[in-house]
């Protein structure tokens, strides 16, 4: 269960979405390990769980219910359930089973909650998005995602959906079937880092608004835009606005 992780989940859910889960009260009966009030607010109930690892999950549980009721007086909202790092997810994990084999990550508990609707075995009822990235960057290998969204390109392109459980070009790679049907329904969008147009804007943005104190010049720009790997938004904001030069 990762309680102490599923503990600060909920303390970030509370935080993010304070606004909105204030204004939401309990709907239903909850077999919780503690007693709370009938109108608690579904913030506060996130709180609670933030607060105690111990009782985590089963708010989490509780609040995921809550979120996703069609019947509740209050209008429930969309969500968006997101994960970054989506390779690191696709693998065995550092846990040991009782055998003393290593635990696949899908099937802990919460990355098979993300997993189930990211794969559209569980939908958001309320509607909303799920959304999974990956980045080249820190990443380890992962042929299974790869093939997967190698699929998927394939797939939007010639609409064919019976597409073997190996990558033509690299026949000997293993590849984990769990992975790849995760992705069988999913779309994805590629992302490339700032043109050096880009960069310029973004730089005199940061001048302009007295963030970055340097004259923006031709070469600052190419210097910048290198050192950022190409126009990579985080490390080019990394390397001026936060050195300050």
Do not use: C
């Not at 569980?122 to 960057?137: C, I, K, Q």
């Not at 790869?146 to 010639?158: F, H, M, N, S, Y």
């Not at 940061?206 to 190419?222: E, N, P, Q």
């Amino acid at each position: 269960m990762q309680k102490t992780y599923t503990a600060e989940l909920l303390g970030r859910i509370a935080k993010a979405n304070e606004a909105v889960l204030s204004t939401l009260e309990l709907s239903m009966e909850h077999n919780l390990p503690i007693s709370v009030q009938s109108n608690i607010s579904l913030n506060r109930l996130a709180e609670l769980g933030a607060r105690d690892a111990d009782i985590a999950w089963p708010i989490f549980q509780a609040l995921w219910k809550e979120l996703t009721s069609t019947t509740a007086k209050q209008a429930r909202p969309p969500m968006l359930l997101s994960a970054d790092g989506l390779s690191h997810i696709g693998r065995l994990s550092e846990y040991l089973a009782p055998s003393m084999h290593y635990i696949h990550a899908h099937d802990l508990i919460l990355v098979d909650h993300f997993i189930s609707h990211l794969s559209g075995a569980e939908t958001l009822p309320n509607g909303g998005m799920v959304l999974a990235v990956d980045s080249a960057s820190n990443r380890p290998f992962s042929p299974s995602l790869d093939l997967a969204v190698k699929q998927i390109g394939i797939r939007e392109a010639t609409g064919k959906t019976d597409l073997p459980l190996y990558d033509e070009d690299s026949p000997y790679d293993r590849v984990d079937e769990r992975v790849v049907s995760t992705l069988r329904s999913a779309d994805v969008m590629k992302l490339q880092g700032f043109s050096r147009e880009e960069a310029r804007t973004m730089l005199e943005y940061y001048a302009k608004s007295g963030m970055l104190r340097a004259d923006i010049t031709d070469i600052m720009v190419k210097e910048r835009w290198t050192l950022a790997g190409g126009g990579n938004i985080g490390e080019l904001e990394k390397g001026s606005v936060r050195t300050g030069m």
